[in-house]
């Protein structure tokens, strides 16, 4: 007899999740990837981990744009 090939029920609950750096799969409860270290969050409705608040990049940006400001503010208006 064949196997039926119906789809098994998607709209459980989930009980891993993905990293979104990796893909490897994860505890649902885990704070960090085991694979690449990178902070996830809880999992969305795809089964993949939200990324971590990565705080230096948002510094980064704006710096960036804190200096850009100045620059435009220095070439253009400056008396
Ligand atoms: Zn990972």
Redesign the pocket.
């Known amino acids: 007899m064949l196997k039926s090939k119906k789809h098994r029920d998607t709209s459980k609950l989930h009980s891993m999740k993905k990293?979104p750096?990796?893909f490897?799969m994860l505890k649902l409860g885990a704070k960090k990837?085991d694979?690449?270290k990178?902070r996830v969050g809880a999992v969305n409705n795809a089964g993949f981990a939200e990324k971590g608040i990565d705080w230096k990049a948002y510094i980064t940006a704006i710096l960036a744009w804190t200096a850009f400001f100045v620059y435009v503010w220095w070439a253009f208006f400056r008396k």
């Open positions: 990293c750096y990796c490897t990837c694979m690449c990178k």
